[in-house]
């Protein structure tokens, strides 16, 4: 079997040269005769950077989420995210398998006087309160 570091068409890839149609055959393949699907992500849509900063730098969405017809459906509210990763040229990914929507908690703010023990605490609530 070919490299499995691979991408399934020039969509997923930015910069660098263009590829035949053909090269992703391999890839394609495997997906498709193993029926998996790819849940998608939500973040940069590349997972993969050579990190050049000038001519010559590409991006891929080398890294994915693929799924089983089943899995996919026992998890069909699963969603990746391509994480920013400082010591490698891959992003990391996130998968939740059962994120919550439409909840949104509110944060509130709950000022403990004991802070006012420490006189930089104090000083800051009265100079915030005078720039009121």
């Not at 995210?81 to 509130?108: A, N, Q």
């Amino acid at each position: 079997m070919g490299d499995m570091n691979d991408i399934v068409s020039n969509g997923e890839k930015w910069g660098g040269r263009e590829r035949a149609d053909i090269s992703f055959k391999v890839f394609r393949d495997f997906i498709n005769t193993n029926e998996l699907m790819d849940i998608g992500y939500e973040g940069k849509p590349w997972t993969w950077s050579n990190r050049w900063d000038n001519e010559g730098e590409a991006r891929e969405r080398l890294d994915r989420v693929l799924g089983s017809g089943n899995w996919c459906k026992s998890f069909r509210n699963a969603r990746c995210r391509h994480l920013e990763t400082e010591g490698s040229d891959h992003s990391m990914l996130m998968v939740d398998t059962s994120p919550t929507f439409g909840k949104k908690w509110k944060k509130r703010f709950v000022f403990d006087g004991n802070w006012l023990q420490y006189k930089e605490v104090g000083n800051i609530v009265k100079s915030a309160w005078n720039n009121m």
